[in-house]
């Protein structure tokens, strides 16, 4: 669009009017002339490059996974210690 109005000396709202014909904003220009459009491209792209690292990878899975042996084998344990102070002795 700057081009447009540097080059062929177009008012703003001429080269707007212009930009979808060309292909350089979409139907509604409202994203594209705000900067929302190119900042979801840079979300977009800064995603592909992180969200890997924050995906579990196998180690975290098995730490997880141990972990949650460990909770069920405390609870079962407490359960017993439970069960067996409410057991009375006659």
């Known amino acids: ?11 703003y709202d001429e080269a707007l009017k212009n930009a979808p014909k060309l292909g350089f904003v979409e139907a509604d220009p409202t994203n594209d ?12 792209k800064l995603f592909v490059k992180v969200a890997p690292c ?6 975290i899975m098995a730490h997880i996974k141990n972990e949650l042996m460990l909770c069920k084998l405390r609870v079962k344990v407490l359960a017993q210690r439970f069960l067996l102070d409410q057991v009375q002795v006659v």
């Open 54 to 59: 924050l995906l579990p990878n196998n180690a």
């Open 1 to 11: 669009m700057l081009s447009q109005m540097g080059e062929k000396g177009l008012s």
């Open 33 to 44: 002339v705000t900067g929302k459009d190119a900042a979801y491209n840079i979300a977009g």
